[in-house]
């Protein structure tokens, strides 16, 4: 697959996950999934993604989407009512209202890359 058709398939395992309507927070979700597609090729040192790890990718943006946007309505009705997601150091509540996301949740984007390391590790290669 292509980098668009990799993006282009993630984004509808990220929706499909979700439970997103079409047309959704899709310029905004692609966003998140082109950076994290950018992140492990960069951890792994590699040129491409292998058509492997795109459910990792998949889950990886969903954890990044859920930590960065809490308040936005289609994000936390996608958590379930009532409950708290809790990454690290930060927590928020759900529901699209309420709690407000701390500085540190660039810091969390960053370590969703390194708690998926295991995954990762496999692919990734030496930089000469």
Known sequence: ????????K???NVKLRLGL?????????????????LRIKHYCNISSIP????????????DAVRVDLPNVDEIADSV??????KVGDTSTASGGSGGELSNTAKSVIDSVVFNYKMDLHRYRRLRW
């Open 51 to 62: 058509d492997d790890l795109v459910y990792v990718w998949t889950s990886m943006a969903i």
């Open 21 to 37: 309507a079409d047309g959704t927070r899709d310029a905004l979700i692609t966003s998140y999934i082109t950076e994290i597609g």
């Open 80 to 85: 379930g009512g009532g409950s708290n997601v």
């Open 1 to 8: 697959m292509t980098w668009d058709e990799q993006i282009a």
């Open 10 to 12: 993630v984004l509808e």
